[in-house]
């Protein structure tokens, strides 16, 4: 199974752009590269998925170098609400079996 | 809203004794995962079913079972609860073999073994 390596925590302001990046060094062919955002005491929320180059949704973007051994998330204009635990996962789009969760990044977001 | 849904939220065991958490997967979802969070930690995966079988399990010992029943629903069972059960354990369901198959989680369910 791949392992992600993310930091730990993040700090930025309202308003900024929060780049969060993820190596996954041992990335298969056959793996997707999804985020997940969590806040206190709920559910991981989907927030994006990819595969290779750049994807965005209306909640960010997802940047992939062609290795693929990184990956970068965006959020666009933070705001105080953003502040909440981030994670990269690496595996096979659907399977479960193959998602591994890390200690994620937690971003707090200051006024 | 992800349409997972997990029940109850909330409740308290008493170590030794059994319980059984619920989760009603997306409409149109075959897959359904379970996954225990720990306070501070990120979830870890228990095992997965997928038509009514388990194809997929972490490392946890077989007081963790689990059922799925033909309308994709599932339970999550554990025997002999520990003090180190005390987590939040998430459902999540998805869609094997089909297309945008990404994995959705419900709230969970906080169980405190005291």
């Known amino acids: 199974l791949a392992k992600t390596t993310q930091p730990i925590s993040m700090d930025s302001y309202e308003g900024q752009e929060v780049n969060i990046t993820c190596s996954h060094n041992?990335?298969?062919?056959?793996?997707?590269i999804t985020w997940y955002q969590q806040f206190p005491s709920q559910g991981p929320r989907f927030i994006i998925q990819?595969?290779?180059t750049k994807v965005t949704n209306e909640v960010a973007s997802l940047f992939i170098p062609a290795d693929r051994k990184s990956s970068t998330l965006s959020l666009p204009r933070v705001s105080l609400s953003d502040t909440a635990v981030y994670y990269c996962l690496v595996g096979r789009s659907g399977s479960a079996r193959q998602l591994t969760f890390g200690s994620g990044t937690q971003l707090t977001v200051l006024p | 809203e992800t349409g997972v849904t997990q029940s109850p939220t909330h409740l308290i065991k008493t170590r030794g004794q059994q319980v059984t958490l619920r989760c009603s997967s997306q409409?149109?979802?075959?897959?359904v995962s379970w996954y225990q969070q720990a306070l501070g930690q990120g979830p870890q995966f228990i095992f997965q079913y997928y038509r009514e079988e388990e194809n997929g399990r972490g490392n946890f010992p077989p007081r963790f079972s689990g059922l799925q029943f033909p309308n994709y629903s599932s339970e999550l069972n554990v025997n002999a609860l520990e003090l180190d059960d005390s987590a939040l354990y998430l459902c999540?369901?998805?869609?094997?073999?089909?297309?945008?198959?990404?994995?959705?989680f419900g709230e969970g369910s906080w169980l405190t073994v005291v």
């Open positions: 990819g595969y290779k």
């Open positions: 999540a369901s998805s869609l094997t073999g089909g297309p945008g198959n990404t994995i959705y």
């Open positions: 041992n990335i298969a062919t056959n793996d997707y």
């Open positions: 409409s149109g979802h075959n897959t």
